[in-house]
């Protein structure tokens, strides 16, 4: 598999950063992925990356922590939640 070159990872970063704008439209939900992929981040270990990478990272993990929230606060996982939390 060849490297990336430097054009390919800012397209990506590019990508992911347009994406991140789309999601991220609740400020509280932003907040509560930002210390959620903060947290996460920070015990992987990997922080030698470039810094346009590493918030790749950082903004892929919120994406995904946003898109959750929205998915449940939509009601998409209502059926499980007796699942989840049986004593509630």
Not at 27 to 56: C, K, T
Request: charged content about 30%; cysteine-free.
């Amino acid at each position: 598999m060849a490297a990336a070159s430097e054009d390919e990872i800012n397209d990506w970063v590019q990508a992911i950063s347009t994406l991140h704008a789309t999601v991220a439209t609740e400020p509280a939900d932003e907040r509560a992925a930002r210390e959620a992929a903060a947290n996460l981040w920070s015990g992987f270990g990997y922080q030698d990356a470039p810094g346009d990478v590493l918030r790749m990272f950082a903004q892929a993990i919120e994406i995904g922590y946003m898109a959750a929230l929205r998915d449940v606060r939509g009601g998409d996982f209502d059926d499980q939640r007796d699942e989840w939390r049986p004593h509630d």
